[in-house]
């Protein structure tokens, strides 16, 4: 099982930016992408961003609302970052990180707020 810790978030203004970190342990070496996730009251989670690891290289996806100001990123196969710049009020919501494994689904953490303030 992979396990998965969250740090980050917090309240900003629109217009500034805030960093997540997620650090997964556990058997990692079951991983095959990792991301994040979102939940704004009275909504569904929604996928931010996501990074599958690759033979040679990592494929990105992103979702629109957040391309050009959100980036993923990650320090080797267990540990990932969102870089949010020029956030809006509209980017307010639980951000989860989100681990897909080979062998057991879908594994998250607990969540962490993000509040833009206009």
């Known amino acids: 099982q992979v396990q998965l810790v969250e740090s980050g978030g917090g309240l900003v203004q629109a217009g500034g930016s805030l960093r997540l970190s997620c650090a997964a342990s556990?058997?990692?070496?079951?991983?095959?992408?990792m991301g994040w996730y979102r939940q704004a009251p009275g909504k569904t989670r929604e996928l931010v961003a996501e990074?599958?690891?690759?033979?040679?290289?990592?494929?990105e996806n992103y979702a629109d609302s957040v391309k050009g100001r959100f980036t993923i990123s990650t320090d080797n196969a267990d540990t990932v970052h969102l870089q949010m710049n020029n956030l809006k009020p509209e980017d307010t919501a639980v951000y989860y990180c989100?681990?897909?494994?080979?062998?057991?689904?879908?594994?998250w953490g607990q969540g962490t707020q993000v509040t833009v303030s206009p």
């Open positions: 990074v599958t690891s690759g033979s040679s290289t990592n494929h």
């Open positions: 556990g058997s990692t070496f079951n991983i095959k992408a």
């Open positions: 989100n681990a897909k494994t080979y062998s057991w689904g879908d594994s």
